[in-house]
């Protein structure tokens, strides 16, 4: 090799040692612009039984953390220490790392309705304070919820996954719109936090009980007389296809309409059925991000 060839090889090594600095430093600059990044329990797990899974400290915290009126989230601060305990156990084991524990669909996914509210105030208070989830943001925020639901990611059974992930790829994955009235994000406009834990031994009742009460009262159905308005969650529209679906394997008619007729108290039902004959707008209400706290 001659000595232009030297010095040719010796730019070019000089220019693609550059461009691979700027890559990667530019790489560093967007995770921390968009604030990216792996949320770790750093505790112990709790002992797992010999089968299946313990919700028992869950079940029990969730008694004393949930209310009427929102989440005490002074006492689930107050409690840290154990939730991540919690959350190290359902990173230590699942239906994909422990699939012998999670034999039955029931058993698959009350496991991941428990752990995605549990990972949702594991990460209000991880990001403590904030007076809604739409603070936990980056430099950057493409759009309103990035960096708490795409942008924070957590161990749970064995792999790093963000919130939107667990929802939309993982739990929708088990097709029952139900799930929606499960799921709770730590906002005013979510479904209200069961103060319990889902079992797999009571899960079809309790995924019924939530629904009901989703689709029974205000601000997620309601009639505004003056307005003519039947007045519904965003959520029904966001997962539109979800609902719709539901309601056809229910034997109705592929509505929202239908679907939440299936699922509400009679008075509901009665207010619903004398509006939608009078020819009421549905309307989908603007979600308040606000923290769902005491």
């Known amino acids: 090799m001659n000595v232009g060839s030297n010095r040719w090889y010796g730019r070019w090594w000089a220019v693609a040692l550059l461009l691979a600095v700027v890559l990667s430093a530019t790489g560093l600059v967007t995770v921390k612009a968009l ?12 002992p797992l039984p010999p089968k299946g899974f313990d919700y028992a400290w869950w079940d029990g915290a969730l008694g004393r953390w949930v209310h009427p009126k929102g989440v005490d989230y002074d006492a689930v601060r107050a409690e840290e220490p154990a939730l991540r305990s919690f959350i190290a156990t359902l990173g230590a084991a699942g239906p994909r790392s422990t699939p012998e524990r ?4 029931p058993e698959r ?4 309705l428990n752990a995605y ?15 809604s989830v739409q603070d936990v943001r980056g430099w950057l925020d493409p759009r309103a919820g990035f960096g708490f639901f795409y ?12 919130l939107y992930d667990l929802e939309n790829q993982t739990i929708r994955g088990f097709v029952d719109a139900r799930i929606h009235a499960a799921l709770n ?16 031994a009571t899960l079809d009742e309790q995924l019924d009980g939530v629904t009901r009460a989703f689709c029974s009262n205000a601000p997620h159905v309601s009639v505004d007389e003056d307005a003519r308005e039947i007045r519904l969650s ?4 966001w997962y539109r296809a979800d609902f719709e679906e539901h309601a056809r394997r229910l034997g109705r008619p592929a509505t929202i309409e239908d679907f939440i007729l299936a699922f ?7 207010m619903l059925q004398r509006a939608s004959s009078a020819d009421f707008e549905l309307v989908y209400q603007p979600y308040d991000w606000g923290l769902n706290r005491l």
Request: charged letters at 15%; aromatic letters at 12%.
């Open 35 to 46: 604030g990216l990044r792996t949320v770790s329990a750093v505790a112990e797990p709790f």
């Open 264 to 270: 509400a108290n009679p008075e509901t039902v009665e």
């Open 117 to 131: 509210n549990a990972l949702v105030l594991f990460a209000v208070v991880d990001n403590w304070p904030i007076s």
């Open 185 to 200: 994000c730590a906002s005013k406009s979510c479904p209200a936090l069961t103060p319990h834990a889902f079992e797999p």
């Open 102 to 105: 999670f034999t039955t669909e």
């Open 234 to 237: 965003a959520i029904f529209d």
């Open 109 to 112: 996914l009350a496991y991941y």
């Open 151 to 162: 942008g924070l990611r957590f161990i749970l059974d064995g792999e790093a996954i963000n």
